[in-house]
């Protein structure tokens, strides 16, 4: 079975400063995607980054992007000039890209992000 | 900017008694989710539905949870008996393709809490 574990659960950063969180996991499936999503305090969730397992680029978008080492199973979020407003509850999320599966997400515990003035 | 909305935000119900989540996708979206997160716990899948029907379900979905779109805009996560182990934040997403390719817009969730 898949499993996604986040290590940290709880960081914290100054404003304008770099931030990374980290998210390992665990499957025999050789292709897959993976996703940070963001909750803020609002409890809404939304995507930050995808990436896709076959591709070997790190996903970028914008201040947010991706270390993807598929070998260790490792997907990690760096966050660049951090803002007050990336103050959220972080998830990292697996899905399977084989046929069978309709794409739901694994999720991991979370880790929770307070960026500080 | 479009959303998927809940209703209820917060829910106390006795334990035994049915309750309806209520959800409106995203209009033009075709794949439907209900996860849930107890306090403390991982966001869990329980359920994906696509053209009327269940496509997916977690263990976790059993003969207690129904889901249906009674009327092409709602989409509702029906547990007929409530137990305590029910309490959590039950989240509906939607998306416009399969969630592996798509992306999912999640709801701010309804918290369930059984007595």
């Known amino acids: 079975a898949q499993t996604v574990t986040q290590s940290q659960p709880e960081m914290s950063v100054q404003e304008a400063e770099t931030v990374t969180l980290s998210c390992t996991y665990d499957?025999?499936?050789?292709?897959?995607?993976l996703f940070w999503y963001k909750q803020p305090p609002s409890r809404q969730m939304i995507l930050v980054i995808r990436?896709?397992?076959?591709?070997?680029q790190n996903a970028t978008e914008n201040r947010f992007s991706v270390n993807f080492q598929k070998a260790a199973k490792s997907f990690s979020l760096k966050i660049s000039d951090s803002q007050l407003g990336d103050t959220a509850m972080y998830f990292c999320?697996?899905?399977?890209?084989?046929?069978?599966?309709?794409?739901?997400?694994?999720f991991g515990k979370g880790t929770k992000l307070s960026v500080k003035p | 900017e479009p959303e998927v909305t809940q209703t209820p935000s917060h829910q106390v119900t006795q334990m035994g008694q049915e309750v309806i989540l209520r959800c409106v996708p995203i209009?033009?979206?075709?794949?439907f989710y209900w996860y849930r997160q107890i306090l403390g716990q991982k966001v869990e899948f329980l359920v994906s539905?696509?053209?009327?029907?269940?496509?997916?379900k977690s263990e976790i979905f059993d003969d207690q949870f129904s889901v249906e779109r009674p009327d092409g805009s709602n989409f509702t996560l029906k547990i007929r008996s409530t137990k305590l182990e029910d309490s959590a934040m039950y989240f509906c997403?939607?998306?416009?393709?399969?969630?592996?390719?798509?992306?999912?817009?999640f709801g701010e969730g309804s918290r369930l809490t059984v007595l």
């Open positions: 997403a939607s998306s416009e393709r399969q969630g592996r390719s798509g992306e999912l817009f």
């Open positions: 499957t025999s499936e050789n292709n897959y995607y």
């Open positions: 990436q896709e397992a076959y591709k070997q």
């Open positions: 999320a697996f899905t399977s890209n084989y046929g069978g599966s309709q794409g739901n997400l694994i």
């Open positions: 209009s033009n979206h075709l794949y």
């Open positions: 539905f696509y053209n009327n029907e269940i496509s997916e």
